[in-house]
């Protein structure tokens, strides 16, 4: 409940993202960056990719979270 809170309080734009964009931005950020990343920090580099022309000429922080991601859900994400 205190979650649900802070996101009434704070968050003004949340972004919907597809299963599949995430997967796609997973990809992009592993064959680019060369770092391994989960899930979550997929969904963030997805909605940031979905409405990237509006942060053009701008700075933007994306925070990629963790590496826990098992060798199955890896290959099914690999090129």
């Known amino acids: 409940m205190i979650t649900f809170e802070l996101c009434r ?17 997973m990809r992009l950020f592993l064959t680019t960056q060369h770092q391994l990343l989960e899930g979550a920090a997929g969904v963030a580099i997805a909605a940031f990719l ?28 690999l090129p």
Request: some cysteine; overall charge negative.
């Open 9 to 25: 309080a704070l968050v003004y734009e949340f972004v919907l993202v597809s299963e599949a964009e995430s997967v796609e931005a």
């Open 50 to 77: 979905k409405h990237s022309d509006r942060f053009r000429h701008q700075n933007v922080a994306i925070v990629i979270c963790g590496a826990n991601i098992n060798l199955p859900t890896l290959k099914s994400i």
